[in-house]
């Protein structure tokens, strides 16, 4: 009996969910029979690419030879890893396998998943493993869906009244969702680090534990869609939206990653007695951020609303700098001893695609240790309050982000030219359907007098 049949029957499977993550970094899949689950194991599961091209409402946006005019909208295969397994807590007995997928063949140039993979295996062919953990932050409201869509989106009630960073008050008065999170994290077996309050009414954080190579990327993958189907469940609402209100804070995601010996899980950040103990392997992985974080702009902020998170008076990174224990710093270093040190890349919204941001995250850093790239000097004191060097601006726009996506050799080389077509393509088409789009507030401003 396989390792798989074993797991099948000792969770008495009748029926488990097969699922693949997006383009937008949310699963889709299908409830298949024990018996497909032994068949798809075997030979791939049939859906076709043309997921990889929707928002999340299902609009199918033209990414080319999946969608657009040229295209056939075929199955692709999907391949299943049985090691990926998790329990979903609310189906029944017998229902509760979830299985992770990611595209085989062809289509894996384009699959976030498949992506992540071939970054890891190349670290992998030099010695190395990428060890990490991401904060996901989010807003958690007394609303449901349809009562928010009724609202327009607008006045609604987040899960707390006030700003509470840390508040035990609110943290208290909220342990219903703070348990039925810690519940459902262990079932889906999500190794949660920690969770609070964050800085804004309603605004939250939860922290995946560091971890090696998929483990940390798929954890995320999984929290992202749990997260909100535990708000829904409960009557609540959960946005990953970056910039909800121009009164709210911004969200974002933070990737915390170093490198560890492939074999020996040794660390290979620290140095004793170098300048913040930081090791030549670990300078030149900052000086390949610094590099080129900016090229791949468009996968931290995938889309039109991210960019509004870097608004003038908002705490998103102002550059590519980096600075250690400092959070007005893009790439703050952090830690002080061998098993802690490593980098947190401040840069990815809370809407971003945690394969993909940690896709270009990994490939940046290896590629500046391979061109031995020194990064710029540390900075110190209040990023926010002092010009910056324009080898480090990033791009600011959604037009601009396309544009350096898609004419840079280096997200080329590493991430592949289907990919970086696909997706550029995908960004140009939902650019183009809002810049036709007439805001609220401009016929506010405008309307009368303008």
Same mark, same amino acid.
């Given at each position: ?22 383009? $937008? ?16 194991? =075997? ?30 909208? !075929? ?15 609310? !189906?029944?007995? #017998? ?46 409201? $007394? ?65 995946? #534990? &560091? ?22 469940? $409960? ?80 705490? &998103? ?5 980096? #600075? ?28 971003? $695609? ?19 790239? =020194? ?57 183009? =359907? ?7 507030? =401009? ?8």
């Amino acid at each position: 009996m396989s390792e798989l049949e074993s797991l099948l029957e000792d969770k008495h499977c009748q029926f488990a969910t097969i699922a693949a993550s997006d383009t $937008n970094g949310f699963l889709r899949g299908q409830l298949v029979s024990r018996k497909a689950v032994l068949s798809i194991a =075997e030979s791939g599961m049939g859906m076709s690419p043309v997921t990889l091209a929707l928002d999340p409402t299902d609009v199918v946006l033209p990414m080319p030879g999946v969608s657009d005019d040229n295209s056939d909208f !075929h199955d692709a295969k999907l391949r299943l890893d049985p090691g990926s397994w998790r329990e979903i807590p609310w !189906h029944g007995q #017998g229902k509760r396998l979830l299985f992770l997928a990611d595209f085989d063949g062809g289509e894996a140039a384009i699959c976030p998943r498949a992506l992540l993979k071939k970054i890891i295996a190349e670290a992998h062919a030099e010695g190395f493993s990428p060890k990490y953990g991401l904060e996901l932050e989010y807003t958690l409201f $007394n609303e449901t869906p349809q009562s928010a869509k009724d609202k327009g989106y607008r006045d609604l009630t987040p899960a707390t009244t006030f700003a509470s960073h840390d508040l035990v008050l609110y943290q208290s008065t909220q342990s219903e969702w703070y348990d039925a999170l810690i519940d459902m994290c262990a079932d889906l077996r999500i190794d949660l680090y920690k969770a609070h309050e964050e800085i804004g009414a309603g605004f939250m954080e939860v922290c995946i #534990g &560091a971890g090696r190579d998929l483990g940390p990327a798929d954890q995320a993958v999984v929290l992202r869609t749990f997260l909100k189907a535990l708000a829904i469940r $409960n009557g609540k609402m959960v946005t990953f939206m970056p910039r909800w209100s121009e009164a709210a804070d911004s969200q974002s995601t933070h990737i915390h990653l170093s490198l560890v010996d492939k074999t020996t899980g040794k660390p290979l950040f620290w140095r004793e007695g170098d300048p913040r103990n930081m090791s030549p392997l670990f300078r030149h992985f900052l000086g390949g951020l610094q590099a080129y974080l900016g090229d791949l702009m468009l996968i931290f902020a995938p889309s039109v609303n991210a960019y509004r998170r870097f608004a003038p008076g908002t705490f &998103a990174p102002p550059s590519l700098n980096w #600075g250690y224990e400092n959070r007005t710093a893009s790439l703050r270093v952090v830690g002080d001893d061998p098993g802690s040190l490593r980098f947190e890349n401040r840069l990815p919204g809370s809407d971003s $695609n945690p394969y993909l941001s940690t896709a270009a995250t990994l490939a940046a850093g290896l590629a500046g240790i391979r061109g031995k790239i =020194e990064p710029r000097e540390e900075l110190l004191g209040n990023g926010y309050a002092q010009e910056i060097d324009p080898a480090l601006l990033f791009p600011r726009t959604m037009h601009e982000a396309i544009d350096r996506f898609r004419n840079s050799a280096f997200a080329r080389k590493a991430l592949g030219d289907r990919f970086v077509e696909s997706f550029a393509a995908t960004r140009q088409a939902q650019l183009d =359907e809002f810049a036709r789009k007439v805001p609220d507030v =401009e016929l506010a401003r405008f309307f009368e007098l303008g």
